[in-house]
């Protein structure tokens, strides 16, 4: 298993960085997940975290079902250029990355 954590863990086996994008900052920063930058107004962290209305790829659409086999091969794919990766069955790809109404 692989497990992120922002305090150093015992015997790391590897490091590694990520990045995410807030997509609703005003909820993390009421909760206390994240907190306003400094000289940041709530209406200015808005603006910036910000989705445009549409895509901006052409062409792009959420995928279905039947992309699912096809996705999941191809990230396995790209994923087992890693030493340390995980490997994902249908079940789980369809589970994890498959858009569900309502989440």
């Given amino acids: ?8 863990l015992p015997k790391p086996v590897a490091r590694s960085r990520y990045y995410h994008r807030s997509l609703n900052p005003k909820k993390l920063i009421e909760v206390g997940f994240s907190r306003l930058a400094p000289r940041m107004t709530m209406v200015r962290t808005l603006k910036l975290y910000s989705l445009p209305e549409a895509p901006q790829i ?7 079902e039947s992309d699912c086999e ?4 191809m990230l ?3 994923l ?3 030493f340390l990766a995980p490997r994902l069955s249908l ?5 994890w990355l ?5 989440v």
């Fill in 98 to 102: 498959l858009p569900r109404q309502g």
């Fill in 80 to 82: 087992s250029r890693f």
């Fill in 91 to 95: 079940d789980e790809f369809k589970h």
């Fill in 76 to 78: 396995n794919k790209n």
């Fill in 70 to 73: 096809v996705a999941c091969q």
């Fill in 1 to 8: 298993a692989c497990y992120t954590a922002g305090v150093v």
């Fill in 58 to 64: 052409k062409g792009i659409r959420p995928m279905k």
